[in-house]
Nanobody, 123 residues
Framework: QVQLVESGGGLVQAGGSLRLSCAAS????????MGWFRQAPGKEREFVAA??????????ADSVKGRFTISRDNAENTVYLQMQMNSLKPEDTAIYYC??????????????WGRGTQVTVSS
């Protein structure tokens, strides 16, 4: 059974930090690019960050570059994806989704998705 389960969301003040995690199992996710997307109320889902299967390459949206860091741990049966989010801004408020697939900034290229975790940044 394929599962991508996010955790780590919450409420934080502007300037604060959060660390999101995603546990992916049920496929050989160690061979997949993993990514984070987010969707704010009334807006389309947007790309945040992605990391190659080996962890050797990362890519960030301009809006989060320098503030967010994506990383992964390819354990035997489960891939653990993380994203450290620093200097959070109110505009970072959204539901954050973990995804697995081929590398792209487009959400429809990703094959597997988690259910999301809410991040709320207060001003």
């Amino acid at each position: 059974q394929v599962q991508l389960v996010e955790s780590g969301g919450g409420l934080v003040q502007a300037g604060g930090s959060l660390r999101l995690s995603c546990a992916a199992s049920g496929r050989t996710f160690s061979r997949y690019t993993m990514g984070w997307f987010r969707q704010a109320p009334g807006k389309e889902r947007e790309f945040v960050a992605a990391i190659s299967w080996s962890g050797g390459a990362t890519y960030y949206a301009d809006s989060v570059k320098g503030r967010f860091t994506i990383s992964r741990d390819n354990a035997e049966n489960t891939v653990y994806l993380q994203m450290q989010m620093n200097s959070l801004k109110p505009e970072d408020t959204a539901i954050y989704y973990c995804a697995a697939g081929r590398f792209s900034v487009y959400s429809d290229i990703y094959d597997y998705w988690g259910r999301g975790t809410q991040v709320t940044v207060s001003s």
